[in-house]
């Protein structure tokens, strides 16, 4: 058997495979990824890998190539074609494979692409994708026996469940929904027509050149089209997703924005009625409105370091039945299998809504409001981010400061947080500021600028200027 492929490391991210097609990323990556990838399904005493691919021109050969590589390495690929990575975990859990594999790009530009990896129930991330760079590069001495090679078509499977999350009583709603010409498309025509109410649908064509806009639901410019539909179609809310359909971005009728932590916010509570002193587990980015309200409703909140695959983890150790991110994955155990799915956390938040005597404009109202700063990232050296993030820790240590050090640190205060976190999928660090009033976030902005200058780190425009005390 062939061996000794070296993938670019550049391409070896935190949380996928993911680079620039015929740049970094090509059919032969595909092929040594199919043959050690086969390697640790056969390993762990599996046999079966099911594969799907999102919407890019580049994704057909990509997943072929994939099949065919896992194939002669002994396994039997189930492939169940063109839609969103959720689609695939709910395929692998239904079938009880040994793994998946995703190709997609997410919500990267159309010349990226890139493999999400799952295997048996948990998401590869962090040395586990490293390690298959080094297997890559070995020579397997025994060639097993050839695996086999079949289609099925899962997307009325799935789509049914997903209609399944919605109680289907209460008070009927207009809903504009926008797959951004992402990998949902077709998956959310069909389960649109399932929900009772009124549906109006955009971007629904899967095209990866995304024509109408860019398939990311956390960058505002990118709800514009869902915020005009929404008013104009006198919607009570909108949904969008990203480029493979795992994350969400949510409009109410006011074409306002409800941000990860407040969708959050609405999902605890309706889950606390049921499990009352649940673990309900949120990344280092979300608002301490998100923590005090899940208090608040009954329920332990834990606050853990950003990344699906982190976050899917930290859930399945606590056994919590829900879990999210600010940037918009969503995870349900609460009556479904805990994978960040964004189509079945709108069905549940149309489930909610529609019990609900409150509209979604004004859930979102009630709410504490804060001063924030949304999430900035700004570049760094690769070799200097994490660094940066040691000097900050040891000087605020030094000075008796308190601080929350699970990803990057976080420091609270009185009147509200600040944030310093290298990426861990650039070479960039991520800032993040709230504050209970602008006179406070002022404040915030500024004791965060004076730790980047202190460790050479000019700041971004949007946190000002900064200088250290003479001698500071």
Not at 28 to 55: H, N, S
Not at 197 to 211: K, Y
Not at 400 to 415: C, H
Request: hydrophobic fraction near 40%; charged fraction near 25%; glycine fraction near 12%.
């Amino acid at each position: 058997m062939s061996g000794g492929h070296r993938f670019d490391p550049t391409v070896l991210r935190e949380y996928d495979i993911r680079g620039i097609v015929g740049e970094n990323l090509g059919l032969a990556d595909a092929r040594a990824l199919g043959r050690v990838f086969a390697r640790l399904v056969r390993e762990g005493g599996g046999r079966k890998v099911v594969t799907a691919y999102d919407g890019r021109e580049s994704s057909p050969s990509l997943e072929a190539a994939l099949v065919e590589a896992l194939a002669e390495a002994g396994i039997d690929v189930c492939r169940i074609g063109l839609g969103p990575t959720p689609m695939l975990y709910y395929a692998a859990r239904e079938m009880a494979a040994g793994g998946a594999v995703m190709v997609t790009g997410s919500h990267n530009p159309p010349d990226h692409n890139g493999f999400k990896l799952v295997l048996g129930e948990a998401s590869l991330y962090g040395d586990a994708i490293q390690q298959l760079g080094r297997m890559a590069l070995e020579v397997e001495e025994a060639k097993p026996a050839p695996g086999t090679i079949s289609r099925r078509t899962i997307i009325d499977d799935y789509v049914r469940r997903l209609a399944a999350g919605y109680g289907n009583t209460g008070r009927t709603l207009a809903v504009a929904w926008d797959a951004g010409n992402g990998a949902t498309g077709e998956v959310m025509t069909r389960l649109t027509s399932l929900l009772p109410g009124r549906h109006v649908l955009l971007n629904a064509e899967i095209d990866g050149r995304f024509p109408s806009h860019h398939p990311d639901p956390t960058v505002p410019e990118n709800l514009k089209q869902l915020q005009e539909a929404v008013l104009s179609e006198g919607c009570d809310l909108g949904v969008a997703f990203d480029g493979d359909g795992d994350r969400i971005g949510v409009i109410d009728g006011q074409a306002r924005i409800v941000w990860g932590d407040q969708l959050l916010v609405l999902l605890a509570r309706d889950v606390l009625t049921r499990r009352p002193g649940a673990t309900i587990i949120a990344d280092v980015k979300a608002s301490r409105v998100l923590f005090d309200e899940v208090r608040k409703a009954g329920g332990n909140p834990v606050m853990w370091r950003a990344g699906h695959s982190l976050i899917k983890a930290k859930m399945a150790e606590l056994k919590a039945p829900l879990a999210g991110e600010l940037s918009g994955h969503v995870f349900i155990a609460d009556g479904y299998y805990g994978f960040d799915d964004g189509l079945y956390a709108a069905v549940r938040l149309l489930d909610i809504l529609g019990r609900s005597p409150f509209t979604l404009a004004g859930m979102r109202a009630a709410l504490p409001v804060m001063a924030t700063m949304p999430e900035v990232r700004f570049d760094c050296p690769e070799s200097r981010k994490f660094a940066v993030i040691d000097e900050v820790k040891s000087r605020l240590r030094a000075a008796g400061t308190t601080i929350i050090d699970i990803d990057g640190v976080r420091v609270e205060t009185e009147g509200g947080w600040w944030l310093l976190r290298a990426s861990n999928t650039q070479a960039s660090l991520v800032i993040r500021c709230e504050a209970e009033d602008e006179s406070g976030l002022d404040r915030i902005q500024r004791a965060l600028a004076l730790e980047l200058v202190r460790s050479g780190i000019e700041p971004p425009e949007v946190l000002g200027h900064a200088r250290p005390p003479a001698g500071g």
